[in-house]
């Protein structure tokens, strides 16, 4: 109900007459349709004039309005504004055409809220009857709604339908895309015993043992106690080489359920294989016995896994203690592999360097132990042998020493020291061997020689230079002829040894000359003697064979005349030296046979002579080709072209300018 007094103006602008019967009837049922024509400022001054009943009276029919008027029931401008402020309810101050009282339209926007219940007042009820006519409560914060977390996705894989697919390439044999579906299955289900199980029995069959290990370890570790998969794991232990772990899982399964001796033949015999190698090699049996075992245990293993690393080492050890070149070379290539993988490994590095030792090359099995004590300080193994190879080094070249400076004793002695370092070593002390042996005959300890040649060569068959000075020891205790036979063997086994053809052919001089008469032996002196030596023989004896001192003795008077001779030979330096040489065995006919193929000379046709016998009887014919030539004198000696003697003898000269006397 409107006081007409209350809103009227001192001009009226007829604005009134304009409006509509139907907005009049709206006005009527609608109080607060005034409320929103009038300006804030015009509003303010009216709620003064109000008496408290009349206002109360506006504000409970607006609040009856508000909350009860269907949205048809509304006149057309409150419809329109109800449905403006419902699309737009976070902008209050958009500017609203309110209608004045005098019929003025107010373009001035409106910055206090719209006065006009809104769908969210309606819902919290009736606005509070002390609030003033325009005044509008804070607009309620929008709902929130909670939403419930969205239920997992239902996987796309079924676990079991992913196990029997498995089982049905298992069975095929094609274990690859067993071990796929397998893996799927554990997608879904990571802690099934059932998926690990089938998946370590596929990748067994595709020999991947340590991948089958690890997964039958997880399924153990899930469900411990579980005999098929301990069963299998003990199988797994026995294809990678590890009967010990193979054997402990078995005596575990035995604590719950019995097991059977087939199941543990496996495992037993490998291990008594690798027992047997091993006391082969700690009780110093020959390396191939631990060879032969390591063989029959790596029968067991599984198909495509490679050698434990113990196995390998063990395997080296065997090589080494056989010591020949063959097997010095397999211990070094196990080494060699070894470092491939892992080239700080101190173990493979001591077995290379001790392979190098035992070849002889101790300059780079040094290398090899520092190289491993740089690894490793504390290895002992590394510690052991780089010492023991230094030791033994160090005496080797003091032998050498004594040996160049002609103390024959002190290197024989020394070599001998040498030996006791490292006795096992083949290829090192066959080399000290072959030294003592030459420092022996240089003592004229022939009989020492070739013992120690042959050992020498009972520890290494191939040490040609052993054989070689074996036959130089043989020559000179007199057995010439064996000489010739080893030198001639070594020449048809190894044509291209340098050296040799000159060793048989002096050793078959030294043979025509042990089968004259050996003057030195008729004087009791050594073919190194000296002068005043061979004076002094010579008068001893002389004295004892003289024929006025054995009348009537033809023996005594054959022995003087021996020894006459002899001295007659070797008093004579000239003379000594083509009998030492063996020049007076040479026989005319050879030296100038047609044809020969030895050292020419001019048009005739050859010599069979070596260049160094011609160089020494060049030498010795004082003078050489340029100036006196060769002087062959003969006389009553032995030679063919004789020895000059005080009773006479010819020469004869010409034919060779500046030549050759005969």
Same mark, same amino acid.
Not at 300 to 315: A, C, I, Y
Not at 502 to 521: G, V
Not at 561 to 577: H, N, P, V, W
């Given at each position: ?5 209350? &809103? ?22 609608? @109080?607060?349709? =005034? ?28 609040? %009856? ?16 504004? !109800? ?25 001035? @926007? ?88 089938? !998946? ?48 402990? %899982? ?31 090699? !700690? ?50 290539? %196990? ?16 077995? =290379? ?49 004594? &040996? ?134 010579? =008068?001893?004896?002389? %004295?004892?064979?003289? @024929? ?113 006397? &005969?």
């Amino acid at each position: 109900m409107v006081l007409p007094g209350i &809103f009227k103006t001192k001009k009226h602008s007829g604005s009134d007459s304009k409006r509509s019967d139907s907005q009049k009837a709206g006005s009527s049922h609608s @109080p607060s349709r =005034r409320s929103f024509s009038k300006s804030p400022t015009k509003s303010a001054k009216d709620s003064d004039l109000l008496s408290p009943r009349k206002k109360t009276s506006r504000t409970n029919s607006r609040n %009856i309005l508000s909350a009860d008027t269907h949205p048809l029931n509304l006149p057309p401008d409150e419809r329109e504004r !109800r449905r403006s402020a419902m699309s737009a309810p976070s902008d209050p101050s958009t500017p609203m055409d309110l209608d004045s009282q005098d019929g003025l339209i107010s373009s001035a @926007p409106s910055t206090s809220p719209p006065t006009t219940p809104t769908i969210h007042e309606s819902t919290h009820g009736p606005l509070h009857e002390n609030n003033m006519e325009g005044d509008v409560g804070p607009t309620p914060p929008p709902h929130r709604i909670t939403k419930s977390p969205s239920p997992p996705p239902k996987p796309s894989l079924d676990a079991e339908a992913c196990k029997a697919l498995g089982n049905k390439y298992f069975k095929a044999q094609d274990y690859t895309k067993a071990i796929a579906e397998y893996t799927k299955a554990l997608s879904i289900e990571p802690n099934s015993v059932t998926y690990l199980s089938n !998946r370590a029995a596929a990748l067994m069959s595709a020999n991947r043992y340590e991948e089958a290990l690890a997964d039958s370890k997880s399924a153990d570790e899930i469900e411990p106690q579980n005999a098929k998969v301990l069963h299998r794991m003990a199988r797994i232990y026995t294809n990678l080489g590890r009967p010990e772990d193979a054997l402990g %899982i078995l005596e575990q399964i035995a604590t719950f359920q019995s097991v059977t001796p087939a199941e543990k033949v496996q495992a037993v015999t490998m291990q008594s294989h690798i027992k047997q190698a091993e006391d082969a090699l !700690r009780q110093g049996i020959t390396g191939s016995m631990a060879i032969h075992a390591l063989d029959q245990a790596e029968k067991t293993l599984g198909n495509g896994v490679e050698r434990p690393r113990k196995w390998q080492l063990m395997r080296g050890e065997a090589y080494l203690k056989m010591g020949n070149v063959n097997s010095l070379g397999d211990a070094q290539g %196990i080494a060699m592999t070894m470092l491939r993988k892992n080239n700080k490994d101190p173990e493979a590095l001591v077995l =290379r360097g001790r392979a190098l030792y035992g070849q002889g090359n101790n300059e780079k099995a040094l290398q090899h132990f520092r190289e491993a004590l740089s690894c490793d300080p504390d290895f002992k193994d590394a510690v052991k042998y780089l010492r023991l190879v230094q030791k033994l080094d160090r005496m080797k070249e003091e032998g050498n020493i004594a &040996f160049k400076a002609g103390k024959y004793k002190q290197a024989v002695d020394t070599y001998g020291q040498a030996l006791e370092v490292d006795p096992p070593n083949k290829g090192t002390n066959s080399k000290i061997l072959q030294n003592r042996a030459m420092a022996s005959i240089k003592l004229k300890d022939y009989k020492s020689a070739i013992a120690d040649c042959d050992r020498a060569l009972n520890l290494d068959s191939t040490y040609v230079k052993a054989r070689r000075t074996r036959a130089k020891a043989m020559g000179e205790s007199g057995s010439w002829d064996e000489a010739i036979r080893e030198l001639k063997a070594i020449a048809e086994s190894h044509p291209s040894e340098p050296g040799v053809t000159k060793e048989i052919r002096n050793a078959e001089l030294e043979q025509k000359k042990s089968k004259r008469k050996d003057y030195y032996k008729l004087l009791g002196v050594e073919k190194d003697a000296g002068d005043n030596e061979i004076k002094k023989a010579y =008068r001893k004896l002389a %004295i004892v064979h003289h @024929p006025d001192k054995n009348p009537d003795n033809t023996e005594a008077a054959e022995k003087f005349k021996e020894i006459g001779e002899a001295y007659e030979c070797l008093s004579d330096r000239q003379k000594r030296a083509r009998y030492d040489s063996g020049e007076d065995l040479i026989d005319p006919s050879e030296m100038f046979s047609q044809g020969g193929a030895g050292f020419p000379m001019g048009g005739m046709g050859g010599m069979n002579i070596s260049p160094e016998m011609l160089f020494e009887m060049m030498g010795n014919g004082g003078g050489g080709m340029g100036g006196g030539g060769f002087t062959f004198t003969t006389s009553s000696g032995g030679s063919p072209f004789g020895a000059s003697s005080s009773r006479g003898g010819r020469q004869r000269g010409g034919g060779f300018p500046g030549g050759f006397s &005969f």
